[in-house]
């Protein structure tokens, strides 16, 4: 073989390998760069998440807790009617203060029904728990209330005056948002990461 064709093979295979390791960077450069528009899209997504979250989460408390607060009204209200009204009472008058109090619980806690189902659609699942305890709580609150201004019967004992039922029901309110607020701080405490999706 003469030294010219030696060297345009040498060349030509020096321009082969050169060619391949360029494609072969360019692939691993454009693999890595995808990879991280997919990481940064996989943060951003988790940020915008974390925020609809938060905001989700505060809202429902709120409204729980404006709930909680216009369902003890009503109670009160019926303990007081109790005491203040028992000519009425005696009359068989209570029925209209009841009744009107009545009319007026589910309106305590209609406001409520959008916050839950927002935090059921954006999770995450470990959330599914406490936010059906939450719900629940509320709702024993309400069939207590509901109770307490029920039968005329109900409404004229001595029961009447009674804060004992709302008081043990009270307190497993109090725990189950005690437990949501615990849950609520686990779940925002976790800042997003780009190797894994967001909590479903």
């Known amino acids: 073989m003469d030294e010219g064709l030696a060297a345009v093979i040498a060349g030509m295979a020096g321009a082969i390998g050169g060619v391949s390791g360029g494609v072969v960077g360019a692939v691993s450069t454009a ?9 940064q899209a996989t943060t951003e997504h988790g940020q915008w998440l974390r925020g609809q979250r938060m905001e989700a989460y505060l809202t429902l408390l709120q409204e729980w807790d404006a709930a909680h607060k216009r369902l003890k009204r009503i109670w009160t209200r019926a303990v007081d009617a109790y005491y203040e009204d028992s000519l009425a009472m005696l009359e068989g008058d209570i029925g209209d203060i009841c009744n009107m109090l009545l009319d007026g619980v589910e309106e305590a806690v209609a406001p409520t029904a959008t916050a839950f189902e927002r935090v059921a659609m954006l999770g995450p699942r470990e959330m599914d728990d406490v936010v059906f305890g939450l719900e629940a709580a509320l709702q024993e609150l309400r069939s207590v209330t509901e109770t307490r201004l029920g039968p005329d019967e109900a409404r004229t004992s001595s029961q009447s005056a ?35 999706e967001p909590s479903a």
């Open 31 to 39: 693999r890595a760069m995808a990879r991280q528009v997919r990481d």
């Open 162 to 196: 009674s804060w004992e039922p709302w008081n043990g029901t009270d307190s497993a309110a109090a725990g189950a948002r005690q437990a949501f607020v615990e849950c609520v701080r686990r779940v925002l405490g976790s800042p997003p990461t780009p190797t894994s």
